[in-house]
């Protein structure tokens, strides 16, 4: 679990598409340096999967389904990264709770100068996410927590966010240009609303009739309660 506060840039120093020492699992891996500041009580195994380290840098694998799902394939060496370790009991949680899990990608359809702030337009690869994003709730763009200020709904739909000057500072998002693509995480609390709600109306389905009939009797039935009293 992690905040979606990014703690420090990282940057790709080596990045092998067919990694077959017992670290890199056989598969795509990437060594990550410039990463001292969460290093410094990091341990194997822990949830920036770190397979291999030293004081500055580590190594990680990259599962097919992960290239399949995320941009970590497009990354190249001397590519930056953001970077932040798993939540602890001392955490103050700065932003949301963030799992790690990349729902989809978007791509960047534009940035525009806001003053001193930048506006970034965004297209989920997957529309069915859109449904997840409401304007002032929480998104995850590679790894960082940001506050959503727009959402279009629809076939052609698109979220915007604000990045301020200080955070164009602190992620690797501010750097990238229209045609790009992030990572994304919706936020996990919009996931399991839906599937409670879901759950509700299935279970009154199930009884018989239609859930807006079952919804308005109920409805009548507690009005005719109040009346009779």
């Not at 890199?24 to 009580?41: F, M, P, R, V």
């Not at 604000?162 to 609390?189: R, W």
């Amino acid at each position: 679990m992690f905040t979606g506060i990014v703690e420090v840039i990282g940057t790709v120093s080596k990045l092998e598409k067919q990694d077959d020492t017992s670290s890199g699992g056989g598969g795509t891996s990437l060594t990550i340096s410039n990463a001292e500041k969460i290093l410094q009580d990091a341990d194997m195994g822990d949830s920036i999967s770190i397979n291999e380290f030293d004081k500055s840098t580590f190594k990680v694998g990259v599962s097919p389904e992960t290239l399949r799902r995320t941009n970590l394939g497009s990354l190249a060496e001397k590519s930056n990264v953001n970077l932040e370790r798993a939540v602890s009991t001392s955490t103050r949680m700065g932003g949301h709770f963030v799992q790690g899990h990349v729902d989809t990608i978007a791509t960047i359809l534009s940035v525009t100068p806001d003053g001193n702030s930048l506006v970034f337009r965004l297209q989920p690869r997957d529309r069915s996410v859109l449904r997840y994003i409401v304007e002032k709730g929480y998104v995850t763009l590679d790894g960082a927590s940001l506050t959503v200020t727009k959402v279009h709904d629809g076939e052609n739909g698109w979220w915007e966010v604000m990045l301020i000057a200080y955070t164009q500072e602190k992620i690797v998002t501010a750097a990238k240009k229209k045609g790009e693509d992030v990572n994304v995480e919706v936020d996990m609390v919009g996931k399991y609303v839906e599937k409670s709600v879901a759950g509700y109306f299935d279970g009154m389905s199930a009884d018989g009739g239609g859930v807006l009939e079952k919804m308005i009797q109920r409805m009548v039935d507690e009005r005719l309660k109040t009346i009779e009293r």
